[in-house]
């Protein structure tokens, strides 16, 4: 371990300093075979308020750390003033955190955020979390032996316990469950499916081309602001977060996997949406869609046997009717259909019962862990 006073803090000021801050974990985390870059064409829309529009309600700080001339780690502080004032909180967070294997690297890149928290009235840090809960949530604990899929965290197994070096504790656990496919619905599952599908007021879309997904994207976005209040840093979405996220996934959505449920005034009252695994292909493509890593990305697809889940919701009013059983047994039929073996829950809260009993209800099981760890200032 080197000494803290050794390690040298530099914010990023300038496009060159912040193509260094990007790039920075390739370098760093380049003999982790199951370490998946960004894509980085997200990562530079990321840090464009012309592209982000959390960074007009956020103060942001991006730190690089060197050690005798070289590179060693990164940081990035926020303080998400809409959430703050929303939630009456003081609470700043740090997010893409990523260094070396050395303690002191570590303690220089955190203590720098904690100060800058403290310089701006915050008496309370969470991290890993960036600017809504879409972004990638946690420091990896647990499976690392699986890919990564995308938005999730991907770190080596050291730095969690460089996070509680620090003195950070567990704020909570986001879980993933894996689910094996059956090679047919099970009965129970049909038999309850049949009883709800009687139901005169509800209706299942399915679409065959992005050009029926399109109308629907925006108002299932809009369905996540009704849903997700309380989640962990969760803030509503304003439309214009609404159709950049619209734009950014629209291109990689297949219409076979995108179920909705509407009401009897054809509202959307639930969704699910999920994709043909694309790790391999970004990983194949080094994180970069052009000149030909967009081929590769879609070349992954069509070879992937896993199907990760982005994202769902039911209109709160209306749960416990079984709309999530008519949403999960018309996806997992196409899954059957396409010979799909697995499916990745994406990251959900270990106090989410209602969707963990889902999963366990397909018969998943806990196969990764995310931590976001806390620390009082």
């Known amino acids: 371990m080197v000494d803290a006073a050794s390690v040298i803090l530099r914010e990023v000021s300038d496009r060159r300093t912040l193509r260094r801050y990007i790039h920075l974990p390739e370098k760093l985390y380049r003999e982790y075979e199951n370490w998946v870059p960004p894509i980085y064409a997200d990562e530079w829309r990321s840090n ?23 590179l060693v780690g990164r940081v990035m502080g926020i303080i998400n003033r809409k959430h703050n004032d929303q939630n009456n909180e003081q609470t700043a967070r740090f997010f893409q955190l990523d260094c070396v294997d050395d303690a002191s690297v570590a303690h220089a890149l955190l203590q720098f955020v904690e100060q800058w928290a403290k310089r701006h009235g ?3 840090i969470i991290g890993p ?11 990896q604990i647990e499976g690392f032996e699986y890919l990564p899929v995308i938005a999730t965290p991907t770190n080596p197994p050291y730095l969690p316990g460089l996070i509680e070096g620090e003195g950070y504790e567990k704020e909570i656990d986001c879980v993933s469950y894996q689910i094996s496919l059956p090679e047919q619905i099970p009965h129970a599952i049909e ?11 509800l209706k299942l879309v399915e679409c065959s081309t992005k050009r029926q997904i399109k109308p629907h994207i925006v108002p299932a976005l ?39 449920v509407t009401d ?5 009252a639930g969704f699910i949406v999920a994709i043909p695994d694309i790790s391999r292909g970004i990983k194949e493509a080094k994180g970069k869609l052009w000149p030909f ?38 996806l997992i039929e196409s899954a059957i ?32 862990r995310y931590r976001v760890y806390r620390k009082f200032l």
């Open 122 to 124: 915050m008496n309370k």
């Open 48 to 70: 464009d308020s012309r592209h982000n529009p959390a960074l007009t309600h956020s103060d942001v700080v991006r730190v690089l750390a060197s050690l005798n001339g070289q």
């Open 191 to 201: 038999r309850v499916f049949r009883r709800i599908s009687r139901n005169p007021k």
């Open 222 to 260: 809009q369905l996540v602001n009704e849903t997700f209040t309380g989640l962990l840093g969760f803030t509503p979405m304003s439309d214009q977060e609404i159709n950049k996220l619209s734009r950014q996934y629209l291109p990689i959505l297949d219409p076979e996997f995108l179920k909705m």
């Open 264 to 268: 009897e005034k054809g509202r959307i």
């Open 293 to 330: 890593g967009f081929l590769r990305i879609l070349a992954a697809q069509k070879k992937s046997d896993q199907l990760d889940l982005l994202l769902g919701a039911v209109h709160p009013e209306l749960r416990g009717i079984g709309i999530d059983v008519l949403l999960g047994k018309a």
């Open 129 to 139: 979390f960036g600017f809504s809960d879409k972004d990638p949530q946690g420091a």
């Open 337 to 368: 259909r396409r010979k799909f073996k697995t499916l990745d829950s994406h990251l959900v809260l270990e106090t989410n019962r209602l969707m963990c009993t889902e999963y366990e209800k397909w018969g998943g099981e806990i196969y990764k």
